[in-house]
């Protein structure tokens, strides 16, 4: 069995906000072995870059407030941790790379001190040193003449050349934990294979595991052994790729997957999308997240639905509707593919 | 570079050449002003002034009058109406001294503006924040004369710490010099304090917020570290440029505030008594004075925020 | 987003982010929104309710805020009620010389001038409560019509500021070309300059000559010279402001319209202004008082025999070793008043939030 290397339990984020609370991230549980890549899949407010930059320390402020723990390595809890210990582990153990690489970078610092400046936080080496290694780092994430371009500052780099360098950044230290908070969004599509690529590549070289964060189920496909499907800080579905792909239980998911438009399919004659927005975090829905958008919603949904098991013989898949699974079959074939069937949407 | 200079060469002419022009037919403007009378005296009759009008040449064309002022100025012959003294003289004499209140004012206001704004923002919401806002609002709402002369109440009559009044060079006594300073560097540096630290405090808590910040905290650097070298140092731009106009204008005689109330021979004291007589050479050296100043130091700010922002170009 | 973003019914959510939010910066964007428990709308976003509603309710719930301002409309009225002290309790108008008078101190008879000129200091009376001037003449009285002085000149002068710096800002920003090329120049040259030296040389001259009919010791003179300097202030915001806005997508959709620029001006690129422009208000006001005192105590703001906080100050000052009363209660009036706008102020534009970046200094 592989190391493990996470083992996040009944993770909770509260923030307080001028209209209430807001709980962003609602009992989320998962584990990362080494040289797995899990993904966490979810609209924008669902709650999964709250959930990575807590496990980071990035969302502690006197506005939020934390429950459940975050074991790195089997001991020590990311969650209660002091800033001095999460300090030696950011960057170290743990390390990010995030959304928009143009405003992630420091403006007014060439980007070679930038990496620099991370692996001697870390480390006691020499600033000569600590640059060789920076330009070797760059070399491997794909830039060109990197001895001349770690002089350069971020605004003479390109989108996809400065996620490379946040990319180098992040691998610097051989983290154990990579996470990527949707790190190809920003860039042009062209581009974004091309890191995806790299990102799964030197993680898969270093071993290490990667938490990879995007609202894209498209792109989990490519990379992803694991995926949680977050919606409205809970998750809604949990499991392998293929459980998620192939079986999936939740309604959500099934609009999720209905809405990726497929190169080996015949294109769909209008773009399916799911109805409705997600729920503001202050004023939830009772029960059921989804069940304000849910086509297939009745009584029983006003009770929240455990996660657990429903599918025979599949005790890792998790989920978290009331339907039962011979019903969730049938029910998520619209006109033949898995989708969220239209019409009929409360509300 | 060398086009950067030209440039700000250029301007400061444009403006050194619009001041003059203005100052001058502003006064030309006031019906009621009559120089000539001014020098000749209260009691003087209408032939003395007309005399004195004709040896000052106020009875010539505008443009004239204009042009024979400037080639005083910049011969250094200029002399003023109240008391005959040499104009440029007076400024080369007092400048010494309004450099001795701006400097160390200025490296003061700067410095505890800096730390207090680092001190609120860090602290933003608790007591020590509330505790500096407070400071800092009371501190531009009270004005310099008032301030300066509670300082004298309390500080030079009530507990008689300090001089009251009087200037002591530092070639004199450096001791002393700074002495009788002390009170006026403090009065001039109050209002600076609190509204830079409050413009800092502003910033700083903008910054916070940024990515490029959250990416240095996620590299695990410390948190002083990450405050002062990524935070703090993306916020202190804007305080620059205002620290380079301020000063420049407190060095061409916005301190005559404090140089009277404190009765330090300054320029800004020597304009003040200018102002009061209407006196147009004084006013009119003083002026250019400070637009050279503006210019200098508008160029020196943005040659130091280009050194400290890549993005930025230096263009004319 | 050809919407324009005061008009629209919902707003950008990270328009009214807070620094201080945890939230800001992560993906929990969907906040404050009004929560309405309806069965049929809970878990959705209920329509936003518009800014200024929204930074109404802010603004009443700064109670350090709400404090000043109940500070500053008592000063205001008292400060209005001069008249009435003047005529009812010292029976004495604010400019009646009374060198040989007398007044009873505690059943004494004293001299309300001393022989060698000294004025007499607070009787905390009746009469002369905050004590006489050189002239004889009853310092509170003159306190009170002081500050009425002190405030109408700030009144007057913010209107200027707010009526011109707002014009200048609109044309110069939206027509550019050779409107900006007449008007920057002048807006450059005055704001190149320190206010209160730009200020004591202009109140000065017009103290001598007076301005057209107006003559030199009207208090509509500092009044207008305090107003013009601060033009550029508002002006040169403003101008950044509309420069931006009139690039943007609304303002494109408004001329596709058929708009003429006079209605753009006005009802696309002005209402979005207003934030800026309010802020501007209690901050201009806060200035210009604090620059008609540096004004009147270095002689060229109100003139005699009319006094306000600035003059009063500076007549005191003669006196800070043994009177410090005379200097340091107009002061205190000055300061009060002066504070209790600016944190009203401060209070406003945290409720606003326009983060926009202002920049005075006297």
């Known amino acids: 069995m592989a190391e493990r290397l996470l083992d996040v339990e009944h993770l909770q984020v509260t923030f307080a906000t001028e209209d209430g609370m807001v709980r962003a991230v609602d009992d989320v549980s998962f584990t990362l072995d080494r040289g797995e890549v899990v993904a966490i899949v979810g609209e924008s407010g669902s709650g999964k870059s709250v959930t990575v930059m807590t496990l980071m320390g990035l969302t502690r402020s006197p506005n939020s407030r934390f429950g459940g723990t975050a074991r790195l390595g089997g001991d020590r809890d990311l969650i209660a941790a002091s800033e001095e210990q999460l300090e030696g582990i950011r960057g170290q153990e743990i390390a990010m790379i995030f959304q928009d690489p143009i405003s992630s970078l420091s403006p007014v610092h060439r980007i070679g001190d930038q990496i620099v400046e991370q692996i001697r936080a870390h480390e006691k080496i020499s600033k000569a040193a600590a640059l060789d290694r920076t330009v070797d780092l760059m070399e491997r994430v794909g830039i060109p003449r990197a001895r001349d371009r770690a002089r350069a500052y971020p605004h003479e780099f390109s989108g996809g050349m400065r996620q490379r360098a946040m990319i180098a950044m992040a691998l610097s230290l051989s983290p154990s934990v990579l996470i990527a908070d949707e790190p190809t969004t920003a860039l042009d599509v062209t581009i974004q294979a091309q890191i995806l690529q790299e990102v799964a590549q030197l993680s898969k070289e270093s071993n290490s595991g990667v938490i990879f964060v995007t609202h894209d189920l498209g792109v989990v496909a490519d990379i992803a052994d694991r995926v949680l499907v977050m919606y409205a800080g809970r998750v809604v579905e949990q499991g392998t790729l293929d459980e998620i792909f192939y079986d999936p239980q939740h309604p959500y998911t099934w609009g999720l997957l209905g809405s990726v438009t497929r190169m080996d399919r015949e294109p769909p004659r209008r773009l399916p999308a799911i109805p409705g927005q997600p729920p503001s975090l202050v004023n939830t829905p009772q029960g059921c997240h989804f069940r304000p958008r849910c086509p297939h919603a009745f009584d029983r949904c006003t009770e929240v639905p455990p996660l657990e098991a429903r599918v025979q013989d599949a005790p890792d898949h998790l989920d978290r509707c009331w339907l039962s699974v011979e019903e969730k079959r049938a029910r998520r074939l619209v006109d033949g593919r898995i989708g969220l069937a239209t019409g009929s949407v409360t509300a | ?316 | 987003m050809a919407l324009d973003p005061l008009r629209s019914r919902r707003r950008e959510p990270d328009a009214l982010a807070e620094p201080a939010d945890a939230a800001r910066g992560t993906d929990t964007e969907v906040i404050r929104e009004e929560t309405v428990k309806d069965p049929w709308t809970e878990g959705r976003h209920t329509a936003a309710i518009g800014p200024w509603r929204l930074a109404l309710r802010r603004l009443r719930r700064n109670r350090v805020a709400l404090a000043f301002l109940g500070l500053f409309v008592l000063l205001v009225v008292i400060c209005l009620l001069a008249p009435f002290y003047a005529k009812h309790i010292a029976h004495i108008g604010p400019n009646t010389n009374n060198i040989t008078g007398t007044v009873n101190v505690g059943g004494q008879q004293k001299d309300i001038v001393a022989p060698d000129g000294v004025p007499i200091g607070p009787t905390f009376t009746s009469r002369y409560f905050f004590g006489a001037d050189e002239n004889g003449r009853d310092l509170a009285v003159r306190l009170l019509y002081g500050g009425r002085t002190s405030l109408l000149i700030g009144a007057v002068a913010t209107a200027i500021i707010i009526i011109f710096g707002t014009l200048v800002g609109l044309l110069t920003g939206y027509f550019r070309g050779v409107v900006d090329a007449i008007l920057r120049p002048f807006m450059e040259l005055i704001w190149s300059f320190p206010p209160v030296i730009l200020g004591v040389v202009v109140g000065t001259a017009l103290a001598l000559g007076g301005l057209g009919p107006i003559k030199g010791n009207s208090i509509l003179i500092p009044a207008f010279i305090i107003g013009v300097i601060y033009i550029p202030y508002l002006g040169k915001p403003i101008r950044g402001e509309v420069l931006r806005l009139r690039e943007q997508d609304f303002v494109d959709a408004a001329r596709v319209q058929g708009m003429g620029p006079w209605r753009i001006m006005l009802s696309e690129i002005l209402p979005n202004t207003a934030s800026t422009i309010v802020v501007f208000v209690p901050m201009m006001l806060a200035y210009a008082i604090l620059l008609e005192a540096y004004l009147s105590f270095l002689g060229a703001g109100v003139q005699p025999p009319n006094s306000s906080w600035g003059t009063l100050i500076s007549d005191g000052i003669t006196y800070i070793q043994t009177t410090p009363s005379f200097a340091l209660i107009p002061g205190a009036m000055l300061v009060l008043t002066v504070l209790s706008i600016n944190v009203v102020g401060d209070g406003i534009r945290d409720a606003l939030d326009p983060r926009s970046q202002v920049r005075i200094k006297v």
Request: proline share 5%.
């Open chain 2, 1 to 316: 570079m060398a086009r950067f200079v030209v440039r700000r060469g250029i301007s400061m002419i444009a403006l050194l050449f619009a001041t003059s022009v203005v100052v001058f037919a502003f006064f030309e403007l006031i019906p009621s002003y009559n120089p000539a009378r001014a020098i000749a005296g209260r009691n003087a009759n209408a032939t003395t002034v007309a005399e004195v009008s004709r040896k000052f040449g106020f009875d010539k064309p505008i443009y004239t009058q204009y042009a024979n002022t400037m080639k005083l100025i910049f011969t250094g012959q200029v002399i003023d109406y109240q008391d005959d003294l040499n104009v440029v003289d007076q400024f080369k004499q007092r400048f010494p001294v309004t450099l001795s209140l701006v400097i160390p004012a200025g490296i003061f206001w700067l410095v505890a503006a800096i730390l207090l704004g680092s001190l609120s923002a860090i602290r933003a919401g608790r007591i020590a924040d509330r505790a500096v806002m407070v400071a800092a609002i009371l501190g531009v709402s009270i004005p310099v004369f008032l301030l300066a002369a509670l300082l004298l109440y309390l500080f030079a009559y009530k507990l008689p710490w300090f001089p009251n009044t009087g200037y002591v060079t530092f070639a004199q006594s450096p001791t002393q010099w700074a002495y009788h300073l002390i009170l006026p560097w403090f009065s001039i540096a109050v209002l600076s304090i609190g509204f830079y630290s409050r413009v800092l405090r502003s910033n700083l808590l903008d910054m916070v917020n940024q990515d490029f910040v959250r990416t240095a905290k996620a590299k695990g650097l410390s948190q002083r570290r990450v405050f002062t070298r990524h935070v703090l140092r993306n916020s202190l731009m804007p305080i620059i440029t205002m620290f380079g106009l301020d000063f420049a204008t407190l060095l061409g005689g916005a301190a005559l505030v404090t140089e009277t109330v404190f009765n330090l021979p300054g320029v800004g004291q020597y304009e003040a008594s200018a102002i009061g007589n209407l006196d147009v050479p004084p006013i009119l050296v003083g002026a250019m004075f400070t637009a050279f100043f503006v210019v200098i130091f508008g160029a020196l700010a943005d040659v130091l925020y280009a050194l400290l922002d890549p993005r930025i170009r230096l263009t004319g």
